[in-house]
């Protein structure tokens, strides 16, 4: 099993990026319960057949879709040997908490975070945001709205980000009980940066509507271009303004190790509250975000509860607490931070830093041969590793929309979609560390070949109308 999962690592370019699940595979899933034992070999067969031929495929450099880590061979082994320790970091006195908590100090470092604030492995940014939130909810609302709820309180607390950001940020104030009409949307500049006068004029007139603005969230690295925002500035005016200052850096943030992307971060030490990703630009296996919290004591204030069956002592497997638990809703967590630990140490950042500036620098030759291309357009800058570009025709948005599921269909190249000013745009994010040249070179002459194709039947069939009228 080690061996063809290596294997499958080794020799992934040989693959199609993605490939359609066929319908008898699809419906081998639909098998009623595994009451009687099967052979590991037969089971393993199975997974070999059913399984690992229909994956998202961003271990492949040709997958370009969203913003997908591609993971390592490193992060595999860590993953074997977590699973075999079984650990449960939820809390209690053993090295893995200890192997967390060196993560945490690491992530103080890397972003200048004092010895007081706390960090966690999470699931992802999504559950980074939710919980940053949380926290500055009850910085706002105070601690006994945990006992009591937000109906409890008349104080009706509004939240500031982008037009860009991201939507697990909406969901958060939405699970936190604030509503996700609370959270404010900003307009952005033509570089797609939050909009500084904005954002005052709509805090002002929420003042005015009797709404208690709390917390503003800029983002590093937005998911649609990966912009930026201006996060110094914005740390300014949230401490002037005594607001919450938020971070979303999902993939962003850890641009922190690539000199030529750090220098954009200025400001992000600053934050009360650091969400990001280890499992995308830092290429450890799914799933690994993590949440930074500068006030490590109510971010604890905000989770902690007393249960006699998790008394803490002084010694013995009970002690060192606060625990894991005291600072999430999960209680049982796995050995998440064992893969981050593999990878940081083996690789170390020095190389996870070249590989994002790489991966931005063929963002850059991608976009370059795009400007050379009279077929193509390039629909919106490019300041980290995304490009953003479309075929053009006629009736550009139903083209790359097909143009889009051709090239994941082939196998060939597996981008995205997005929405640019509501234009639809074929999105190449680069994350992958094995993504090289001849991977984006592919993804432009297969977007050429069935963006010519599609035009072409089209042009066909207007010349056909015009000579039977
Ligand atoms: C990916 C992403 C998220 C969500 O992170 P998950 O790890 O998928 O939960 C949030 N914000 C931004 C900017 C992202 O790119």
């Known amino acids: 099993m080690l061996d063809d999962i290596l294997d499958y690592q080794q020799h992934i370019q040989e693959r199609p990026?993605?490939?359609?699940?066929?319908?008898?595979?699809?419906?081998?899933?639909?098998?009623?319960?595994?009451?009687?034992?099967?052979?590991?070999?037969?089971?393993?067969?199975?997974?070999?057949?059913?399984?690992?031929?229909?994956?998202?495929?961003?271990?492949?450099?040709?997958?370009?879709?969203?913003?997908?880590?591609?993971?390592?061979?490193?992060?595999?082994?860590?993953?074997?040997?977590?699973?075999?320790l079984n650990a449960n970091l939820g809390g209690r006195d053993h090295a893995p908490i200890e192997v967390e908590k060196q993560i945490t100090r690491w992530m103080r470092?890397?972003?200048?975070?004092?010895?007081?604030?706390?960090?966690?492995?999470?699931?992802?940014?999504?559950?980074?945001?939710?919980?940053?939130?949380?926290?500055?909810?009850?910085?706002?609302?105070?601690?006994?709205?945990?006992?009591c709820g937000v109906a409890s309180?008349?104080?009706r607390l509004t939240a500031y980000a982008s037009t860009a950001a991201h939507g697990s940020l909406r969901r958060a104030f939405d699970f936190c009980g604030l509503g996700s009409d609370s959270l404010r949307l900003v307009p952005?500049?033509?570089?797609?940066?939050?909009?500084?006068d904005e954002l005052r004029s709509l805090i002002a007139q929420d003042c005015l509507s009797g709404y208690m603005p709390f917390l503003v969230a800029g983002t590093a690295g937005t998911v649609d271009i990966g912009a930026i925002d201006d996060l110094d500035e914005l740390a300014g005016f949230c401490r002037a303004e005594s607001l919450w200052f938020h971070v979303d850096g999902a993939f962003g943030a850890l641009g922190i190790l690539a000199p030529a992307v750090a220098h954009k971060l200025q400001g992000i030490g600053l934050a009360d509250s650091l969400a990001f990703d280890f499992h995308k630009w830092g290429q450890v296996p799914y799933d690994a975000g993590f949440v930074l919290i500068r006030d490590g004591e109510l971010h604890r204030k905000s989770f902690a509860a007393l249960q006699s069956y998790l008394e803490r002592e002084t010694r013995g497997l009970a002690a060192g607490s606060p625990w894991p638990c005291d600072f999430s809703p999960d209680l049982s967590r796995g050995f998440r931070a064992l893969k981050v630990w593999f990878t940081f140490k083996v690789y170390g950042l020095d190389a996870l830093g070249r590989t994002i500036a790489r991966t931005c620098e063929l963002a850059e030759y991608l976009k370059q041969r795009i400007a050379q291309?009279?077929?193509?357009?390039?629909?919106?800058?490019v300041p980290l590793n995304i490009v953003c570009f479309r075929y053009?025709?006629?009736?550009?948005?139903?083209?790359?929309?097909?143009?889009?599921?051709?090239?994941?269909?082939?196998?060939?190249?597996?981008p995205s979609t997005t929405r640019i000013r509501g234009d639809l745009a074929i999105r190449a994010a680069i994350t992958n560390h094995?993504?090289?040249?001849?991977?984006?070179?592919?993804?432009?002459?297969?977007?050429?070949?069935?963006?010519?194709?599609?035009?072409?039947?089209?042009?066909?069939?207007?010349?056909?109308?015009a000579c039977v009228e």
């Not at 066929?22 to 037969?42: D, I, K, M």
């Not at 952005?188 to 500084?196: E, M, S, Y």
């Not at 291309?373 to 800058?381: D, G, H, Q, R, V």
């Not at 550009?396 to 082939?410: C, F, K, M, T, Y």
Request: hydrophobic share 45%; aromatic share 6%.
């Open 17 to 84: 990026v993605w490939q359609p699940m066929l319908a008898e595979v699809r419906e081998g899933f639909a098998h009623n319960l595994p009451l009687t034992p099967a052979t590991l070999e037969q089971v393993h067969d199975e997974f070999m057949r059913k399984i690992l031929p229909y994956t998202t495929g961003n271990v492949h450099p040709g997958f370009l879709g969203w913003v997908h880590g591609g993971g390592t061979p490193v992060g595999l082994l860590a993953e074997m040997l977590a699973a075999g």
């Open 392 to 414: 053009r025709a006629a009736n550009p948005d139903r083209v790359n929309a097909e143009i889009a599921i051709q090239l994941q269909e082939s196998g060939i190249a597996a």
């Open 188 to 196: 952005v500049d033509a570089d797609h940066r939050i909009k500084l």
């Open 373 to 381: 291309t009279p077929e193509l357009e390039l629909l919106a800058p």
């Open 153 to 155: 309180n008349p104080t």
């Open 109 to 147: 470092e890397l972003f200048g975070f004092p010895g007081t604030s706390s960090g966690l492995l999470v699931t992802g940014t999504s559950m980074a945001n939710f919980i940053a939130v949380l926290v500055a909810r009850n910085w706002a609302l105070g601690l006994h709205t945990r006992r």
């Open 434 to 465: 094995r993504t090289s040249a001849a991977d984006l070179d592919r993804l432009l002459e297969a977007t050429l070949a069935f963006g010519r194709k599609l035009t072409w039947n089209r042009q066909q069939t207007e010349l056909l109308e």
